[in-house]
């Protein structure tokens, strides 16, 4: 069936390729409208306490977002009749009359008074705002915000810019399509500088290529198709995508070049080709495919739509392979005249001796990777997670300078809330009343805890008096049946702990937890508590995912060579990649975020199909000369050739987030290389020397052992 596939795809090349590139400009048109989620709350479970208070508020007080004007005086002016303090009433005729066209936006709720720094310099309105629950909505809600201000217009000597949270979480989906951009190209432009170096070919260097682009953009389509956007945690799958993409090509490409040698005809090296790698590339794919679904696993959102993303993924580079290669190298092979590289010769010759030792001293290499590995153990037990915004975006950004020129002039204070749910009644009682005077007098007595505000401040302990004033002078702070109110927190210190947790945030919970209060389900809402919960959600994934993911892919490769030894080998040096990755990432201050937390499954899933292609060319070779080194050796001039070039590719392309803006996307940048480095030297070093320890037995214990 195979083979009658292959010939179908030589026979029909120039059709093929014709209906391929249709299909593929197609779903670059399709795949160019793909959308951006940069909404932290997608990050946690919907039923988590944050977003469950968040819809609940929404609802109540149909505010959703709170917005900053920040007015300050430019100090690089040199005009001559700018205003030189706030005071000025050229300033309050500003704010004045910026107040009143924001109120006319549908968008806009209310535009609070202006509040002034000590030194007359800087000045903040608050908007609270309503901006409809769909991708993209914030941007029109912005861009109509900065149009209003663009024409109202500044004094001389004074600059308006529109800030707050929201405000920052849409410069980091316009820095996220930035860097996925600029990452995307320059790992392109690596990748094939790296083929090109290897092969000094264009035609083998396009060829090759080919897999990971298409992929790439059928991906694009694929995601515009099933309306998944891209959130804050798939911001590196473009370059993920490249990565694995140029893997499957490379291996291809080089036991082709090899074949060619071998047979006399295009159509018979194929043939060879495809024969030769199906069972490893397939096994592969299965268990690479399985390492991703693990992540279906995890517990929170960003892990499982990871898991989605990347399933699919691996299953369009899989699929790519085998439709493209052969038309493409049917149609451009009589271009192909690859050239040694002089470089790559030494490498090769490296490999080789690389082999004989292996073959001579195989406990001596895995002595010295357990030794390694003991320090990794070290190295990975500093790892810590961060969920700090500094992940998101870069200090020297205008929205970044924004928030630090506020928190100067204002002092640093951060807010979230206690909500109060009526489970009897209502809230407008004294008891309920008395309960929160206690509460909000504890929370007082946390040091770092500036403020409390509550709706029942200054109120008399009279049943009558309560109700009475909250019915008419403070219902706006409760909702329409008085069922629901919150108690402001404003705190000049949240801070964190080596776990990454706020200390702070963990006295709140308890003084709650200690301090019930009448007639009322007492919850927290708040950036802090959705940070908290990702904080959480991230290091519970960890945990799930690996176990599911060693599970699923010790499966798979038991499956498919019948043979559970095959499964342990596919996987013990994996576990010792992971080790070492992580531990990479200690000894370098590299931290888990949310965009790495599937590192340990992407690690999983390339790893193993390193490990599959060594083992099955180990076998093959073994099965038919009865010399471990010279099955080694062969294996590691071919496979293992295919691997080094694969492992620079890779390595290159996920270095290539480094020069991302975004820290988080730097980070993972730095986690994925190191995940790489340690998988291509592990598997190198612990495959074959394992297998020459098994095979050593077996063949002498048959007496047909071959050393030489």
């Known amino acids: 069936m195979l083979k009658r596939i292959i010939d179908f795809q030589i026979k029909y090349s120039k059709l093929l390729f014709v209906f391929f590139l249709s299909v593929i400009i197609a779903s670059a048109y399709i795949g160019s409208n793909l959308q951006i989620n940069s909404d932290f709350s997608t990050l946690i479970p919907s039923d988590s306490q944050y977003n469950t208070n968040d ?20 100090q690089e002016s040199i005009l001559n009749n700018r205003v030189y303090s706030l005071d000025d009433q050229r300033v309050e005729n500003y704010i004045e009359q910026i107040s009143d066209s924001l109120v006319e936006s549908s968008y806009v709720l209310g535009v609070s008074p202006p509040v002034y720094s000590d030194d007359l310099t800087v000045a903040q309105v608050f908007v609270s705002m309503q901006t409809p629950n769909k991708i993209g909505a914030f941007q029109d809600v912005l861009n109509e915000l900065n149009s209003i201000v663009d024409e109202v217009g500044e004094p001389a000597g004074v600059n308006a810019q529109v800030t707050g949270f929201p405000v920052l979480l849409d410069r980091v989906a316009t820095l996220l399509i930035q860097d996925n951009l600029k990452t995307i190209v320059i790992t392109v432009v690596f990748i094939f500088l790296i083929l090109y170096w290897y092969s000094r070919d264009l035609a083998f260097t396009l060829i090759t290529m080919t897999t990971p682009v298409v992929s790439l953009i059928f991906l694009a389509a694929t995601l515009v198709l099933l309306n998944i956007p891209i959130t804050i945690t798939l911001a590196a799958v473009g370059v993920l995508t490249l990565g694995l993409g140029a893997d499957y090509g490379i291996h291809i490409a080089i036991h082709y070049n090899k074949a060619r040698q071998e047979h006399e005809g295009h159509r018979e090296a194929l043939h060879h080709t495809i024969d030769q790698l199906k069972l490893p590339i397939t096994a592969s794919f299965l268990t690479t495919f399985a ?4 992540l279906l696993f995890g517990v929170s959102p960003s892990s499982q739509a990871q898991g989605i993303v990347l399933a699919i993924g691996i299953f369009i580079i899989y699929a790519a392979t085998f439709a493209l290669f052969p038309i493409m190298m049917t149609l451009f092979y009589h271009k192909i005249d690859t050239k040694p590289n002089k470089i790559f010769l030494k490498v090769l010759k490296g490999l080789s001796k690389l082999a004989a030792y292996q073959t001579n001293y195989a406990k001596v290499i895995l002595w010295g990777v357990g030794f390694v590995t003991v320090i990794m153990i070290y190295g990975a037990s500093q790892v810590q997670f961060s969920t700090s915004n500094s992940n998101w975006i870069p200090e020297d950004d205008p929205i970044s300078i924004s928030f630090r020129e506020l928190d100067y002039n204002f002092g640093t204070s951060e807010r979230f809330s206690v909500l109060l749910t009526a ?4 809230l407008r009682n004294v008891q309920t009343q ?6 909000r007098e504890k929370l007082l007595s946390i040091p770092e805890i500036e403020a409390v505000s509550s709706p029942y401040d200054g109120l008399d302990y009279d049943s009558t008096s309560v109700y009475t004033t909250l019915t008419n002078e403070r219902s706006d702070q409760f909702n329409r049946d008085f069922t629901l109110t919150q108690l402001s927190i404003s705190t000049s210190n949240l801070g964190q702990d080596e776990e990454g947790k706020s200390p702070v945030y963990r006295e709140v919970i308890e003084i709650i937890e200690q301090t019930p209060v009448a007639n009322a389900d007492v919850s927290l809402y708040g950036d802090i508590v959705r940070f908290d919960e990702l904080g959480d959600s991230l290091q519970q994934d960890a945990g799930v995912t690996t176990m599911m993911g060693f599970a699923l892919v010790f499966l798979v490769a038991s499956i498919l060579y019948a043979s559970i030894y095959v499964g342990l ?11 070492w990755s992580v531990g990479l990432m200690g000894f370098f201050g590299v931290p888990f975020t949310s965009l790495s937390t599937g590192i340990v499954s992407l690690v999983l899933g390339i790893g193993v199909d390193f490990s599959i292609h060594i083992v099955d060319g180990i076998r093959k070779y073994i099965a038919k000369t009865n010399n471990i080194r010279k099955s080694i050796e062969e294996t590691l001039l071919t496979s293992g050739k295919a691997i080094f070039l694969t492992s620079i590719t890779t390595f290159v392309g996920f270095l290539a987030l480094t020069f991302a803006q975004l820290l988080g996307t730097q980070r993972l940048g730095f986690s994925l290389a190191f995940g790489i480095l340690s998988v291509f030297i592990v598997t190198l070093l612990v495959v074959p020397s394992t297998l020459s320890i098994i095979y050593k037995r077996k063949l002498k214990k048959e007496g047909t052992l071959l050393t030489t």
């Open 423 to 426: 489970n009897d009644g209502d």
């Open 434 to 439: 008395r309960d929160v005077t206690i509460l």
């Open 291 to 294: 390492g991703f679904v693990a």
């Open 569 to 579: 080998l596919s996987l013990f040096p994996i576990i010792i990649a992971i080790i």
């Open 55 to 74: 819809r609940i508020l929404n609802n109540a007080f149909e505010q959703n977002d709170g917005l900053v004007l920040s007015i300050a005086l430019d």
